[in-house]
């Protein structure tokens, strides 16, 4: 084996520095910059750093790209609350993508032991490595308090020739290829691959298939006249304002198209009325009103209060009848939400845990609700970025998404850009129209095939009436739902590990232990 395979491509200092800049170029692949070819270069520096390192020196390596990333990428955070919830995320993230620094580099030190052929650098090891990349995002989108899957490779791609790929693998299948077809250049480089055309093969067809083959066609039924409203009213966690305030400026933003013609259904943001109708008589004659004005029901969203829990709340609104179904969000977010393990934080940030007095309760209920006219599925704010919600949404007969959210305690932020690039994802992986609506932007209306048809300005009042096509059936990505996640990141440490007592019994049949060796860093 040649010695080379197993020694740095770059000198560590060399390695700090391909790292940062990786961290920053991954940044600018995603919303707003959306340089989406950025993401495939971020990639490739996070790689060609942590190829020939130690296990410390991968951490390090990692860290530094994890760093570089997150602090840019979720900077939105910082904007009300200061540098402390920023930095802990970072770098909470961060210790995350050092970790999975380590097992590239594991990676990248055992397969060439495995064996001496070319084909299995060219084909075996790129896969390897793009399992552990998703193995890292995996762990990042799940532990600790169910996780913060933020900033997935795939979630730089949806306005890119890739995108389609997550109506058959989902999210984590197109991080997969886009890492694949990194780390496959990145072997056929090494590999002085030119000399040799026909070992461009498998990273040219994976790149072809990526690219060309077209999202799973879904099946037409109908369209639905959505009319839905962005009220931007002072809804903002630090925002003045008086009980009432936010439910008049959407009332305000919903009067102008109150005489528009053959409405199916009223869509508001969340948190769009700040009084819970069940609760209080003249707020639910509001809604009964714009119930019988409309002569359709109302998607609208509240916080309530339920056996001395709260919820964050959407509810099925018709007149007369009042709320006849609801949906609560399954994914509070914590530590803006709700506060896990209070007593422990509290100790460390008194003021900053002090500032959420209450803790909302996680939803049980199915995500969908029966309009008359279709099924729509349902997603609150950041429920939108957890895979399982939306899939078991289309499974439970949604012909179409209506996501809610409040993005007002991120103005001016790349956020609200971010989240829609996920909506857009989410519309392409479930072959769905969606309807995301916020309080203050930024609001659009998607297609199947992820192209907003219909949008408001953000940070002004507006309102949609958008006819929306419906759809059934089951693209591959919902009807596999974690089989995909499960094979890779199971796979892939299953490989990993097979991989070093390979390499560790030939290591020894060499007489040495250099091809499994540490250097320095």
């Keep these: 084996m040649p010695e080379n395979v197993y020694r740095p491509l770059l000198p560590f200092w060399g390695a700090v520095l391909a790292a940062a800049a990786g961290g920053f170029a991954y940044d600018l692949g995603f919303p707003g910059a959306s340089i989406w070819p950025l993401a495939f270069v971020g990639i490739a520096l996070a790689l060609v750093s942590l190829i020939g390192r130690s296990a410390w020196g991968a951490a390090l390596v990692g860290l530094v790209f994890g760093l570089s990333f997150y602090l840019l990428q979720v900077s939105w955070t910082s904007l009300y609350l200061g540098p402390v919830p920023w930095l802990a995320l970072s770098i909470l993230e961060s210790l995350f993508v050092a970790a999975g620094g380590v097992l590239i580099t594991l990676a990248y030190r055992w397969m060439p032991l495995v064996s001496s052929s070319r084909w299995v650098r060219l084909i075996a090891l790129p896969l390897l490595v793009a399992g552990l990349w998703c193995v890292r995002e995996a762990a990042t989108g799940s532990i600790p308090y169910g996780g913060f899957p933020w900033g997935r490779a795939a979630l730089s791609q949806s306005q890119s020739p890739f995108a389609e790929v997550v109506s058959w693998a989902g999210s984590t299948g197109l991080s997969f290829v886009m890492v694949a077809i990194v780390a496959g250049v990145i072997e056929w480089v090494r590999l002085a691959g030119w000399r040799r055309p026909v070992s461009a093969l498998p990273v040219a067809a994976l790149v072809a298939v990526a690219m060309l083959v077209p999202a799973w066609q879904t099946t037409p039924a109908g369209e639905l006249r959505v009319a839905s409203v962005q009220g931007n009213g002072p809804s903002g966690y630090f925002d003045q304002r008086e009980p009432g305030d936010v439910l008049a400026a959407q009332l305000a933003a919903t009067e102008p198209i109150l005489d528009e013609p053959g409405i199916d259904v009223l869509l508001w943001p969340e948190g769009g009325s700040d009084i819970d ?5 003249s707020v639910a004659r509001i809604f009964d009103r714009l119930s019988e004005d409309l002569d359709a029901p109302l998607v609208l969203n509240t916080v309530t209060n339920r056996d001395d829990e709260y919820f964050n709340t959407s509810m099925l609104w018709r007149a007369g009848e009042g709320a006849v179904d609801l949906y609560d969000k399954r994914h509070p977010v914590p530590f803006g939400e709700y506060i896990p393990d209070r007593d422990f934080w509290y100790s460390l940030a008194p003021d900053l845990i002090g500032l959420v007095q209450r803790g ?6 199915a995500p969908v609700f029966d309009l008359g006219k279709a099924v729509t599925g349902l997603a609150i704010c950041f429920d939108v970025i957890y895979d399982d919600l939306v899939w078991e949404g289309a499974r439970d007969g949604a012909q179409l998404y209506m996501f809610q959210t409040n993005n007002a305690d991120f103005r001016g932020t790349d956020e609200n850009e ?11 992986e479930t072959g769905r129209s969606v309807v995301n609506i ?10 199947p095939s992820g192209r907003t048809i219909d949008s408001l300005p953000a940070y002004e009042p507006g309102a949609m009436v958008t006819d929306v096509e419906l759809r059934d059936g089951l693209t591959p990505s919902v009807a596999l739902g974690s089989s995909v996640p499960n094979v890779i990141v199971l796979g892939s440490l299953a490989a990993l590990i097979a991989a070093g007592f390979i390499a560790r019994r030939r290591s020894r049949d060499l007489g040495g232990d250099e091809a499994v060796g540490t250097d320095s860093a």
């Design 360 to 365: 909302y309760t996680p939803g049980t209920n």
């Design 418 to 428: 971010q989240q829609l690039a996920i909506a857009r994802l989410r519309a392409i």
């Design 438 to 447: 916020s309080t203050v932007g930024t609001s659009q209306v998607i297609d």
């Design 277 to 281: 109708p069940t609760r209080s008589d």
